[in-house]
T-cell receptor, first 113, second 111 residues
Framework: KAGVTQTPRYLIKTRGQQVTLSCSPI?????VSWYQQTPGQGLQFLFE???????NKGNFPGRFSGRQFSNSRSEMNVSTLELGDSALYLC???FGSGVDEQYFGPGTRLTVT | EDQVTQSPEALRLQEGESSSLNCSYT??????LFWYRQDPGKGPEFLFT?????EEKEKERLKATLTKKESFLHITAPKPEDSATYLC????????????WGAGTKLIIKP
């Protein structure tokens, strides 16, 4: 059974640019969550999508947005990049029942210069 | 406010020296508690789910236990490859499915 995949794995962008990250969940999973992780910081929750609808949202500015497609694949977009957006962005998928665990992808390492 | 606290922040052990990591939580009602292991630069790897007080789960050198206020991850006779950051997360009944994460315990096992 294939795991969660994320593309690209590494990305270098310049301040002011925008970026789109992609996540393909485990087959059959309907929930996709996105997290930001920086050195010394724990997992910071961005948002969760379930059946194409945003079910939860963390405390991030509106520059961070996401969406989910009918096949459960998800994308997140960051506009007007800032240096502080440099981080490991993690995607996690689950069935979304409320009692099941999340499975994480390998992450996308974003560096903003 | 729902909260998850992990202790200690970091733990250094000699190979073979058993110990425990703590995850204490304050939630209105527990839907599930999850343990993960994370290696540097990688996504967290799922280890265990615990649902009710008294429940225990084991996997190789790891054993997770749950009470009404906290969970322990016991590591028996650890090896250097057990070195990682261990994360705990809780899903509360009133959290609309969202996980509340602890800051993690960084475990270093010296050979």
């Amino acid at each position: 059974k294939a795991g969660v995949t994320q593309t690209p794995r590494y990305l270098i962008k310049t301040r002011g640019q925008q970026v789109t990250l992609s996540c393909s969940p485990i087959s059959g999973h309907r929930s996709v969550s996105w997290y930001q992780q920086t050195p010394g910081q724990g997992l910071q929750f961005l948002f969760e999508y379930f059946s194409e609808t945003q079910r939860n949202k963390g405390n991030f500015p509106g520059r961070f947005s996401g969406r989910q497609f009918s096949n459960s694949r998800s994308e997140m977009n960051v506009s007007t990049l800032e240096l502080g957006d440099s981080a490991l962005y993690l995607c996690a998928s689950s069935f979304g029942s409320g009692v099941d665990e999340q499975y994480f992808g390998p992450g996308t390492r974003l560096t903003v210069t | 406010e729902d909260q998850v606290t992990q202790s200690p922040e970091a733990l250094r052990l000699q190979e073979g020296e058993s110990s425990s990591l703590n995850c204490s939580y304050t939630v209105s009602g527990l839907r599930g508690l999850f343990w993960y292991r994370q290696d540097p630069g990688k996504g967290p790897e799922f280890l265990f789910t615990l649902y009710s007080a008294g429940e225990e789960k084991e996997k190789e050198r790891l054993k997770a236990t749950l009470t009404k206020k906290e969970s322990f991850l016991h590591i028996t006779a650890p090896k250097p490859e057990d070195s990682a950051t261990y994360l705990c997360a809780v899903r509360a009944l009133d959290s609309n499915y969202q996980l509340i994460w602890g800051a993690g315990t960084k475990l270093i096992i010296k050979p």
